[in-house]
């Protein structure tokens, strides 16, 4: 079962996110999915669909990579790095041209042949610092020095 629920995730992770085909969200997911991420929470297959569409229109040329990929019964963890330039509005911010790289952990939960839930763990902060919305204490004087 395992091996079966890491190339539903592979796959999910190339079609969805890397080829954008936003309808194949239905192929991977349950109808009742539940996208637990803080910074993007999403549940049913609706609200996950914009939450997609949200960082493929700000990063048209983002890519996912799966860094790492463990399973275990009917979960499947990935750590993987998402890659792209910033050309499209993001939560408010005009698009800045500037590159970025984020890396995050995923933990999805399979039922049958599809991803019923995601817990998601990912660099937001590393995200805002790179499109230069953020700067940290010390980080500006550094710079300027």
């Known amino acids: 079962m395992s091996e079966k629920n890491e190339a539903i995730v ?10 954008r085909q936003i309808d194949a969200i239905e192929r991977y997911h349950t109808s009742d999915f539940a996208h637990r991420d803080p910074q993007n929470p999403a549940q049913g297959l609706d609200a996950f669909r914009e939450v997609v569409k949200k960082y493929q229109s700000a990063f048209p040329d983002a890519r996912l990579e799966i860094e790492d990929l ?4 009917d979960q ?5 790095r998402a890659t792209g330039t910033h050309r499209g509005m993001l939560e408010g911010l005009p698009a800045t041209g500037r590159q970025a790289a984020v890396t995050g952990i995923s933990i999805f939960c399979l039922s049958g042949d599809k991803i019923r839930e995601e817990f998601v763990n990912w660099d937001t902060l590393g995200l805002m610092q790179q499109l230069g919305v953020v700067t940290l204490p010390g980080k500006a004087a550094a710079a300027g020095a």
């Open 10 to 19: 592979r796959r999910m992770f190339e079609e969805v996110w890397n080829n």
């Open 70 to 73: 463990l399973s275990a019964g």
């Open 76 to 80: 499947v963890v990935v750590r993987w």
